[in-house]
């Protein structure tokens, strides 16, 4: 069964800051990560998709890398901004199943 | 436009009423998903559709019965609900259900109340 572990649960840095999420899968069987953002009591919004045979993905200040063999990725945030405050979810598509399988979030605090 | 819409944004439900929550898209996705989410959880996946027809049941109680009239239009019927339903409830699309075609685009949910 596909567990997905996100350390740490929750964070709170100085605005400025460049910091790393990370995200850890245990069945390397995957088709692609997906990390998503939620600010408290909306809806999931797609950050970046990284397929299964790419290492990394960019968007703007985001910056998100894959290691599927050792089933991690990480997400790198650089000059973090109070904006940036919200939870950080990855997710893992599953190879046969059909589904996502979500971690539990990283929950981020950047002070101005 | 990557928009998924949802209504209501928020209900309140007695456990003897009967309800619908509506969710839309005009991406031309064909697979769309129905999740609910417990504060300081990640989502739950309940159902999935695909070109129109369910193909993913996560065991879900049968008080929620989900219906996709077509390609664009996922429901959520409700009846006979548990106060321990009450949670958010996210709807999402993707082209398709295959791995390589997500991502997946979420609404902004419906966030339920049963009393």
């Known amino acids: 069964k596909q567990e997905v572990t996100q350390i740490p649960a929750a964070l709170s840095v100085p605005e400025g800051e460049n910091l790393v999420l990370n995200c850890s899968f245990t069945d390397s069987a995957i088709y692609n990560l997906q990390w998503f953002r939620q600010d408290p009591g909306k809806g999931l919004t797609s950050l970046l998709l990284?397929?299964?045979?790419?290492r990394e993905q960019t968007s703007g200040r985001l910056n998100a890398s894959l290691d599927k063999s050792s089933g991690r990725s990480t997400l790198y945030i650089a000059a973090s901004q109070p904006g940036d405050s919200a939870t950080y979810l990855c997710a893992v598509f599953i190879q046969g199943a059909q589904k996502l399988v979500f971690g539990q979030g990283t929950r981020l605090t950047i002070n101005p | 436009d990557t928009e998924v819409t949802q209504t209501p944004k928020h209900l309140v439900m007695g456990m003897t009423n009967k309800k619908s929550l509506k969710c839309e898209q005009h991406m031309g996705h064909r697979a769309m998903y129905w999740y609910k989410q417990k504060a300081k959880k990640p989502p739950e996946l309940m159902f999935v559709y695909s070109y129109e027809k369910l193909s993913i049941n996560e065991s879900v109680p049968s008080r929620f019965s989900p219906e996709c009239p077509n390609s664009s239009l996922l429901n959520l019927h409700l009846h006979a609900l548990q106060p321990e339903d009450s949670a958010l409830y996210l709807c999402?699309?993707?082209?398709?259900?295959?791995?390589?075609?997500?991502?997946?685009?979420f609404g902004p949910g419906t966030r339920l109340l049963v009393l």
């Open positions: 999402a699309s993707s082209q398709g259900t295959g791995g390589s075609l997500v991502p997946q685009y």
């Open positions: 990284i397929q299964s045979s790419q």
